[in-house]
């Protein structure tokens, strides 16, 4: 999809579901991610946020940035509610009232609202089936409450609390892996994006969201606030993120992996770790240790997806 | 501001906005295939009909991507006699089309799964709607492709209908553009292949210096060096590589 680039820009529609003159941070990738991902999407939206940074910025009473319904859950439960929506609109179609038959409706949380506490609501929803999407935007850690660590928080990446020092040298945990966490569930979709390659991230919502039955998309957000880097690279972090490999773009779709980007060779870690403050105090041993793990993983990946090939070619 | 009526609601709309685009600004759903609003209207695929009542009391059907907005117009997007019209249009497509997936799932949401007419042979997705071609002429620049001949010979192709188009750069956005998945492109290493519905081209990627991936056709990269007039050493590195 970014291969068709440079005049797709101007092949998009021009309509805004997220609405300019919120107030997040100068350069913040998240911000983008949401704009591009309801770009992607036509009116008949109705969103669940759980709190976060996206709810707190776009939500300051009497503006909002959001053209769409659109509904601030809990931290916890925007996936119940996203249920609980779903579920409304089956039942009042059944009792034959005269509700629009093209309604979608999209639960968004950041990775704390996610990976954290969110993950069992995610789960139940996932688990029965519900017609919705759920998109996760994930800056790594909890942002609006000041930078603490998530379980999505990268090894090694500085927080308030998971600092580094003489004891310790930050995250100390992986990063908890939420897409293959979705995927077995065996839904219909998930994807992961970002918004460094803007028009996979809106292909990949727009297919989540007309996928009948559960979809989960998650779209690495750079933060520059957090990640203590300089507001101009956010793009080029985001493309970075997955040039090295650290975070893969790919989309399983009913149980068969496929990579989006065709990357000859990866590069090297430490180009995607260097703009970045939270990283900065990283030894070349924890540096290898991270970059012999991407490849680990990012190999475990292309096993998965080139397995996928194979069984599509043989049904053929 | 022009006053009309959509399915009994009052709304409000911009002097010069189609009906389509006034109804879409007030969450009313209707139907399109051949509609993008970054190239001009063009009425192909007919989907979008809707039935109008003009302030003088005329009553029709027409295209809502096409027909402008005026004051006091009554417009119906949902009745009996345009579902069965568009229940027309949709079988005939699928005819036309029987194996694309996009208006197999159209259809399927106006409730029609078989089609009562003679179902094309060959995997041809086309509707001659002319996205592609409007793209290309309009976004792009370059006219690489069009529609040809008349009646049921009408198609979507190359000049001469050869598996070469001079001006096309390979840039891919006809198949962005179209609607119904009847373009193709894929990258497989060095060389990009565009599969129209009747004729195919190579094209030639050129390789980044730096990273050493395979980033954009080398005729395009040459096509915009000569309408930015920029020189084409500035972009031996892809965009990702450039600093
Ligand atoms: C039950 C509960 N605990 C804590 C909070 C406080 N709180 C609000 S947002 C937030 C962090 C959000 O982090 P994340 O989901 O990653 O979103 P981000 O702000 O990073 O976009 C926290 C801890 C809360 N609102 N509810
Ligand atoms: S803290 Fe990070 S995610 Fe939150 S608004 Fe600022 S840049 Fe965006
Ligand atoms: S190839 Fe696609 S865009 Fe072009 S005329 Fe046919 S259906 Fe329309
Ligand atoms: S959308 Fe109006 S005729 Fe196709
Ligand atoms: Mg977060």
């Known amino acids: ?82 249920s609980g929506i779903e579920a409304a609109y089956k039942a009042m179609r059944r009792k034959g009232m005269d ?24 789960s139940g929803a996932l688990e029965r089936g519900h017609d919705f999407t759920y998109i996760c935007f994930d800056n790594e850690a909890y942002m609006n409450t000041g930078i603490q660590r998530s379980s999505a928080t990268p090894f090694g990446a500085v927080t308030t609390t998971s600092p580094a020092g003489k004891k310790s040298f930050g995250q100390f945990t992986w990063k908890k892996n939420m897409p293959e966490i979705a995927a077995a569930h065996n839904i219909p979709y998930v994807a992961t994006a970002c918004h460094s390659y803007p028009f996979d991230l809106m292909e990949k919502v727009k297919k989540a969201v007309n ?11 750079v933060c520059p606030t957090g990640w203590r880097s300089a507001t101009d690279t956010v793009i080029r972090l985001g493309r970075l993120a997955v040039e090295t490999g650290i975070f893969p773009l790919y989309e399983v779709e009913n149980g068969q992996y496929k990579m989006s980007i065709d990357l000859p060779k990866l590069k090297p870690i430490q180009s995607y ?10 030894s070349d ?20 997806a080139k397995n996928g090939n194979k069984r599509t070619k043989r049904n053929r | 501001m022009v006053k009309l009526t ?36 063009y009425g192909a695929c007919r989907l979008c009909l ?30 009996e006699r345009i579902r069965k019209i568009r229940g027309v249009l949709l079988e005939l497509l699928l005819a036309r089309c029987p194996d694309s997936e996009v208006i197999q799932e159209m259809a399927a949401k ?87 519905p009747h004729n195919r081209m190579e094209f030639k990627l050129q390789k980044c210096s730096v990273c050493g991936n395979y980033w954009a056709p080398e005729k395009q990269i040459a096509y915009i060096a000569k309408t930015s007039g920029t020189k084409l050493s500035e972009y031996v590195a892809c965009p990702d590589c450039r600093d």
């Open chain 1, 285 to 304: 041993d924890l540096i290898a240790q991270i970059q012999e793990r991407v490849k680990l993983e990012y190999e475990k990946l292309l096993g998965k």
């Open chain 2, 50 to 79: 809707v039935q109008i009542k003009t302030a003088r009391g005329r009553e029709r059907l027409v295209t809502s991507c096409i027909y402008l907005v005026e004051e006091g117009l009554t417009v119906e997007t949902n009745t």
């Open chain 2, 110 to 196: 106006e409730g029609i799964t078989i089609t009562r007419f003679y179902k094309r042979k060959g995997n041809n997705k086309c509707i001659l709607c002319a996205n592609c071609a409007r793209t290309c002429e309009e976004v792009v620049g370059v006219s690489a492709i069009s529609l040809a001949n008349r009646g049921v010979d009408r198609e979507l192709t190359t000049p001469f209908g050869d598996d070469f188009s001079e001006a096309c750069i390979g840039c891919g956005s006809c198949a962005y553009s179209c609607p119904t998945g009847a373009i193709t492109l894929i990258d497989r290493g060095s060389k990009r292949t565009i599969k129209w």
């Open chain 1, 273 to 282: 770790l260097k703009g970045q403050g939270r990283f900065r105090h990283l």
């Open chain 1, 1 to 82: 999809m970014e291969k068709y680039a440079v005049y797709v820009p101007r092949l998009v529609k021009k309509r805004e579901n997220f609405a300019p003159g919120h107030r997040a941070c100068i350069g913040c990738g998240e911000a983008l991610a949401v704009r591009l991902a309801f770009k992607a999407l036509d009116n008949n939206v109705i969103v669940a946020n759980a709190t976060g940074c996206m709810e707190i910025v776009a939500s300051q009473i009497p503006n909002s940035s959001w053209h769409l319904p659109w509904i601030h859950t809990l931290f916890e439960n925007a996936a119940a509610v996203a």
């Open chain 1, 99 to 122: 509700v629009p038959n093209n309604v979608k409706v999209v639960a968004i949380g950041g990775d704390g609202a996610t990976s954290d506490i969110g993950l069992q609501a995610i």
């Open chain 2, 6 to 41: 959509i399915n009994g609601r009052k709304i409000q709309a911009e002097e010069g906005t189609t009906i389509l685009y006034a109804a879409r600004d007030n969450n009313i759903f209707i139907p399109t295939l051949c509609e993008n609003e970054a190239v001009s209207p």
């Open chain 1, 211 to 221: 996928t009948p039955g559960p979809a989960y998309v998650h779209v690495l957000s």
